[in-house]
Every structure is written in C-alpha cells, then in structure tokens.
C-alpha cells in the first residue's frame, strides 16, 4: 500500500516530538532509505547544512550524536535571558552508563553534580563557621548543687571586643545615664538625676535621653533637676518637658509618686540596695542594678538591657527568652569584676557595630575568627548535594552570596543628636 507524502511527513513530526533514543552508527545505516513495494525507487535529496553543521530541514532530517561524543557535554542548567548571548558559567557533569536511556526520566542511581564557577574562588571548600558554645549546667548529684561552666570561648572573644570597644565611640560613651548627673550639685543630688535618667532611658535613645535631661536641667527652677523641683512641678509641666521619651505619660507617674516615696521613706535620698530600688514605681532588675553602679559605685549585679540580652544570645552564651533570664544566666559564671563592666561593653557594641538591622560584621574584630555563631560574612559557600534515585533530590551547588544584602539595608540605630535636639526642642552641648 503506497504511502502519501502527508502520511510520511506527519510521521516525522511525531518522531521529532517524542523523545530520541541514542543510537549508533549501525542503527542509523540501518535505518537508510528502502524500496517501496511497487519496484520503483523514491529520489530525495540531501538533507542541506548550514555552515555550523546544522540541518536547515527540521522537519524532514533529525541529528543524533554518538554516545561517546556525548559523555561529557558542556550545557547551561539555567535559563538564558533573552537577548544575552554570553554562555553561562555553569557545568553540567553527567557520570557516563552504557545503559540506553528510554525516557526523560533519570537513570536510578546517576549523580548529577552542578556548579556555578566563580573566577574569584579558587576552590569549593566551605567557610568556617563558628559553632555556639553556650553556657552549662551541671547538678551535683550529692548535694544538689548548680554549678553552671561557662562558655568555651568567651574570654577570648571579651579580650577582642574589650580592645574594639577602645577605638569605638558609641552615644553610652558621652550621652549614657551614668553621666546624666550634673557634677557641680550636691552628692544626693546627683544620685536622684541619675534615677531619674534610667527611668527616662526605658525604650528611649540615648541621644533623646541626653537630651530631655539637660532639658530638665535647664528649664525647671534654679538649681534644676531637683526632688524638690520634680515636686512642685505640675504632672502637665512635666509631661511637656518629658514628651519626646517613650512611654512618657506614664513615666510622669512613676517619677511623681517615686519623688514622694523618696521624700517620706528615704529622708529625700534614693535607696542604697537593689531591693529598695525595685520597691519604687517603675524601676525593674535592670535600672536597679544600673544605678546602683553608677550612683551608689556598688555592683550588685549584672544591668541586662535588650543589647545585652541579644548579643550574647547571639554569640551563642546562652540560649534565654528574656533579659532578666539572661542576666541569672551570666551571673552563674562571669567573674565578678566584669558584671559592670560587660553593660557598657555591649551596649557600645549593639549602637556602632552589632545593631539589631544589618550588623556590620564586616567592622567587627570577631569576624573571620570562628567566634560568633551569629557572624554574617559577605562570601559565603553554599554546599548542597543531590543524588537522583529513590525520590531523592539534593543538588551540588557552590555559589558567592553577600550577607542576605545586608550592607544594602542597613539601618542606623541611633539617630543623631541634631534629630534628638529637634524632637525635645532645647540646645544641646556634647559632654
């Protein structure tokens, strides 16, 4: 039966949309042009090629390549743009198997590796990344007491930042609480503004503090900042001059009813403990143990504010939900001498370099040491393999990332001091 030329042509159309089996040199002389049953011969013309090699009939001629010129194949794993005709870095190795693929599907077992080369690494080793070290505890099964052993690294990694924090000027060094106080009042005077300024200080910038407190020096009745003055002043007058702090309606409160607790039970003085501190409205662990520090030059215990609290969660100390749970933490195993010290270490560290959006590893002397589990570097490898067969998929990949674009969103924490001085509305002089 003859066959038409539509028939014939629709056949190679199929062909060409199903799937190519590999074939060899003997299967396609194989496949050479017959006779048709009725004795006459057929003429068709050479298939005519470009100048690359390539068939200009796509319907009527197809290409195959043999096995052994398709064991290693350059080829692009992604997507090209349109309109790019540079070749993709990308290499595609496939392992070689005499097997004949049948389908689309891959073979069981065949390991398909992907890497995305870049001219800058000159291997595909993985960065160091450090591994937190937290803090333990350990139960004495005798006696039942708690001894906590602290982390592996930490005086190291306090030695670096002790010496980073030297060339580092942070808003605590010039603007913090502990040099609110004016110098040329009397002693109690002087306690009472630094009370006064850690109860401003809650959910308020150092530089917005520094600011409402000279305020207050400077536009309450001569000699300032007073418990006599905090007294006569009307809740409304202290509202105005207080307005530009977090929380500023009810700090009105607690430094009002503060100020008459202070008159009656403490002979017009602040508390000399930190259980007499944290008796007073709106005063928590961590103002307690702050103005004890600063005002009293007694260390009671560790100030863990929220920088505290997140950096050494960061670096990986301890792994705690809250600040006051943080400080139990450290007091279980930092020496003694450094329980004042270490607030205004991290404080410094969390407004300059450590913020809470976008850290700058970069500028931290920890970077690059394996230290800080928390460390973002701007080369990172990315390593993930993947093996075909059995549902199982993981691809090898090495790739050059920047640190989740941080350096492109950076947000500055600590608004200048001009910011702070157009909020409150008074001039301010740096210390």
């Given amino acids: 039966m003859r066959t038409s030329r539509i028939s014939r ?12 089996r590999r074939q060899t040199r003997s299967q396609l002389a194989a496949q050479a042009p017959k006779a048709i049953p009725n004795g006459s011969h057929k003429s068709e013309k050479a298939p ?13 001629s197809t290409t195959s390549q043999d096995i052994e010129d398709d064991s290693f194949t350059p080829q692009s794993s992604r997507k090209r743009k ?53 803090s333990k505890k350990a139960t004495d099964p005798d006696t039942g007491e708690v001894t906590i052993h602290p982390p592996g690294n930490w005086e190291e990694m306090y030695s670096i930042v002790q010496k980073m924090r030297k060339r580092l000027v942070a808003p605590v060094d010039t603007m913090g609480c502990e040099r609110a106080a004016d110098v040329q009042l009397s002693a109690k005077d002087q306690r009472f503004q630094t009370l006064i300024a850690l109860m401003l200080s809650s959910q308020t910038k150092d530089t917005t503090n520094h600011a409402v407190m000279t305020r207050l020096r400077t536009e309450l009745p001569s000699p300032g900042l ?20 977090g929380f500023h309606n009810n700090k009105v409160r607690y430094i009002k009813s503060t100020s008459e607790i202070l008159r009656d039970n403490f002979d017009g003085d602040i508390p000399n403990t930190p259980e007499g501190l944290m008796s007073l409205p709106g005063v928590g662990p961590k103002m307690a143990y702050l103005c004890m520090s600063a005002a009293w030059d007694k260390t009671e215990g560790i100030g863990v504010d929220v920088h505290v609290h997140r950096i050494t ?54 970077a690059g040491k394996g230290l800080c589990a928390g460390e973002v570097v701007d080369r990172k490898v990315k390593v993930v393999r993947k093996k075909e067969g059995k549902g199982e998929q993981v691809l090898v990949k090495e790739e050059d990332v920047k640190a989740d674009g941080e350096k492109e969103v950076l ?10 001085e157009r909020d409150v509305g008074v001039k301010v002089e740096e210390p």
């Fill in 82 to 134: 349109r309109g790019t005709d540079t070749p993709s870095t990308t290499l595609t190795a496939t392992s070689t198997t005499t097997t004949i693929r049948k389908s689309p599907r891959k073979i069981k077992g065949e390991v398909t590796e992907e890497y995305e080369l870049d001219e800058k690494l000159n291997d595909r080793t993985r960065l160091p990344k450090a591994r937190p070290q937290p």
């Fill in 313 to 366: 969660n960061l670096w990986g100390w301890n792994k705690t939900k809250g600040p006051e749970e943080t400080r139990r933490e450290l007091e279980g195993w930092l020496p003694r001498e450094k329980w004042r010290e270490i607030n205004w270490l991290l404080v410094g560290l969390g407004q300059t370099v450590c913020t809470p959006v976008g850290r700058r590893c970069g500028e931290c002397d920890l």
């Fill in 9 to 20: 042509e629709a056949a190679k159309v199929a062909a060409l949309s199903s799937t190519p």
């Fill in 48 to 60: 005519v090629r470009d100048a690359d090699g390539t068939d200009s009939q796509s319907l009527s």
């Fill in 226 to 245: 007073t418990l006599t003055n905090i007294l006569a002043v009307t809740p409304t007058r202290l509202n105005e001059l207080i307005y530009a702090v």
């Fill in 411 to 420: 947000v500055k924490e600590e608004e200048s001091l001009e910011q702070a």
